[in-house]
């Protein structure tokens, strides 16, 4: 079994930023020996997540509006009162998608539903320089 260790970076704009990286993942696949295994991917950062999705924009519409309502900015966060940075909504919503991902790698390709796509997202209130780690193990 071989372990192969890989960054990707991405630069963002601010607020909610949701960014298809899949050809990025799917090219990183390619450079490896692996056929049979699992990509795991990170995101390190209290604002930033990953999940999959269709990269459609009625779809990305529709999640920008639901994770709006769920972690909405307008309202108060101990985390802002106390830092004063304006992002307490970034990290609640970072926090409830995710920071990481787990795909199983077939015969040298992501196992990937025919409409699913691998997303960053990025929920800061600035622009921010993102790395994705990934680590892709198996045979």
């Given amino acids: 079994m071989s372990v192969h260790t890989r960054e990707l970076r991405f630069s963002t704009t601010s607020r909610t930023d949701v960014i298809d990286i899949t050809p990025e ?19 390190p950062g209290s604002t930033g ?7 459609e924009s009625g779809v990305l ?11 909405p900015e307008s309202i108060p966060y101990a985390h802002d009162a106390r830092w004063g940075d304006g992002n307490g909504y970034s990290h609640v919503r970072a926090a409830l ?7 199983p790698v077939i015969d040298g ?3 990937l539903g025919r409409w699913q796509q691998i997303v960053l997202l990025d929920f800061d209130n600035r622009p921010r320089e993102r790395r994705v780690l990934a680590q892709l193990h198996g045979d």
């Avoid at 993942?25 to 995101?43: A, I, K, Y």
């Avoid at 997540?49 to 990269?55: D, G, R, S, Y």
């Avoid at 998608?97 to 795909?103: F, Q, V, W």
């Fill in 25 to 43: 993942v799917t090219g990183l696949l390619g450079e490896t020996s692996v056929r049979h295994g699992l990509c795991v991917l990170f995101v």
């Fill in 49 to 55: 997540a990953l999940t999959t999705i269709e990269h």
């Fill in 61 to 71: 519409e529709d999640l920008t509006r639901a994770i709006d309502r769920i972690a």
């Fill in 97 to 103: 998608i995710g920071p990481s991902l787990h795909i």
């Fill in 109 to 111: 390709m992501l196992a």
